[in-house]
């Protein structure tokens, strides 16, 4: 079991950045993926990013070159940095986590990111 608890949402101007953070704990072993997907009204939940324990990162192709995942071992935190952000990148962000061969997903309670002027 992995609890998640995700902060750093809010509402940003166009072009403006914001930073997630997500902090877990429990299973260690459960913590090989950590990542974020998000999820728009009306739109399926999709993967926006995913690093390994290794640190070898995934992304999505909309938002490569402008939002950069990283993660912390010692502490088991995740962050999002998001950068040059569009009304498009609005949507809930939830952090999961999972094991080597993702047999198992535990999720966050999600946060909000607006993008509006």
């Known amino acids: 079991q992995v609890q998640l608890v995700e902060s750093g949402g809010g509402l940003v101007q166009p072009g403006g950045s914001l930073r997630l953070s997500c902090a877990a704990s429990g299973s260690s072993l459960s913590m090989y993926y950590l990542g974020w997907y998000r999820q728009a009204p009306g739109k399926q939940r999709e993967l926006v990013a995913r690093i390994k324990r290794s640190g070898s990162t995934t992304y999505a192709d909309s938002v490569k070159g402008r939002f950069t995942i990283s993660r912390d071992n010692d502490n088991n935190t995740v962050a999002l940095q998001m950068n040059s952000l569009k009304p498009e990148d609005t949507a809930v962000y939830y952090c999961?986590?999972?094991?080597?061969?993702?047999?198992?997903?535990?999720w966050g309670l999600g946060t909000q990111v607006t993008v509006s002027s």
């Open positions: 999961y986590s999972g094991p080597f061969g993702m047999s198992a997903t535990y």
